[in-house]
């Protein structure tokens, strides 16, 4: 599985990334960028998990990657604030089964 974490500036999801790699599996993949970087990244994932501070950008990155078929949702504001790899780990894997 490949995820990528999507926040304001790309800074605050690389400590959520360090955090989920702890926990996931070797050949799980797990990146984080901006959101105005999402669009190098687009190729290469399988869910888009967005920041809580993005939720009002929610609908633009849904209808930028609806060709691609990735899947996209917002992170759980809770597992974010907490810095929760593992609930967000979970959050993604959850979504990539469906």
Same mark, same amino acid.
């Given at each position: 599985?490949?995820?990528?974490?999507?926040?304001?500036?790309?800074?605050?999801? #690389?400590?959520?990334?360090?955090?989920?790699?702890?926990?996931?599996? @070797?050949? $799980?993949?797990?990146?984080?960028?901006?959101? #105005?970087?999402?669009?190098?990244?687009?190729?290469?994932?399988?869910?888009?998990?967005?920041?809580?501070?993005?939720?009002?950008?929610?609908? $633009?990155?849904?209808?930028?990657?609806? #060709? #691609?078929?990735?899947?996209?949702?917002?992170? $759980?504001?809770?597992?974010?604030? @907490?810095? $929760?790899?593992?609930?967000?780990?979970?959050?993604?894997?959850?979504?990539?089964?469906?």
């Amino acid at each position: 599985m490949k995820v990528l974490l999507i926040c304001a500036s790309g800074l605050s999801t #690389s400590i959520l990334v360090s955090n989920m790699r702890q926990y996931a599996p @070797r050949e $799980d993949k797990i990146m984080a960028c901006s959101v #105005s970087e999402l669009s190098a990244y687009l190729q290469d994932v399988d869910v888009i998990l967005v920041g809580p501070q993005l939720r009002h950008q929610l609908k $633009d990155i849904e209808d930028k990657v609806a #060709s #691609s078929g990735q899947i996209v949702a917002l992170m $759980d504001p809770k597992a974010y604030s @907490r810095i $929760d790899g593992v609930a967000l780990l979970n959050q993604a894997k959850a979504l990539y089964k469906k």
